[in-house]
């Protein structure tokens, strides 16, 4: 979430950013309070489980992307608060790559929901500054309870 400038109209210098209860950021809280979720993922049956665990968690999939460019762009126009990145996707670039980019250029973060985390991996994306690592196979169980925890982590 890009925080945006306020400005005062009497020219002094720009009020603190508005909070929520309990002292929240919106955009701190827009992961707890509009839980809008991107799937990459390039199995189609992988991403339809995805996005049937999410829905019955009550979380909107603003879309499934199979590419990391195809990602960037859907980023770019939904703002989902979340990605859940896979690292192999189709296309010269990963999951990985695809998660730095979001990361810059919206300040989206991702957790990685992939089979492939070896050191290696993990190494590379930190970079991307994950929020966390599901491994595959994937439960609905463990997707919700991981996405709960993660959202209880940033003030949810």
């Known amino acids: ?3 945006q400038e306020l400005s005062r ?9 508005p ?5 929240v950021a919106p955009e701190e809280a827009a992961f707890a309070l509009a839980p809008r ?3 990459v993922e390039d199995n189609w049956l992988a991403a ?28 770019q126009t939904e703002r989902p608060a979340l990605v859940l990145m896979d ?4 296309g010269p670039r990963d ?11 919206f300040g989206i973060g991702s957790v990685f929901v992939s089979a492939h985390d070896d050191p290696d991996v993990r190494a590379r994306a930190t970079a991307a500054q994950p929020l966390g690592w599901v491994a595959k196979p994937v439960t609905s169980a463990l ?8 959202a209880g982590d940033r003030g949810g």
């Open 143 to 150: 997707l919700l309870k991981a996405l709960a925890e993660l």
């Open 48 to 75: 339809i489980e995805l996005e049937a665990a999410l829905e019955e968690g009550g979380y909107a999939v603003v879309g499934i992307a199979v590419s990391a460019d195809e990602a960037v762009q859907v980023c």
């Open 1 to 3: 979430m890009i925080a």
């Open 37 to 39: 979720v991107l799937i």
């Open 9 to 17: 109209s009497d020219g002094g210098s720009p009020p603190e950013a």
């Open 19 to 23: 909070r929520l209860h309990d002292g």
């Open 87 to 90: 690292i192999r996707l189709l």
């Open 95 to 105: 999951g990985v790559d695809a998660a730095i980019e979001i990361r810059r250029r």
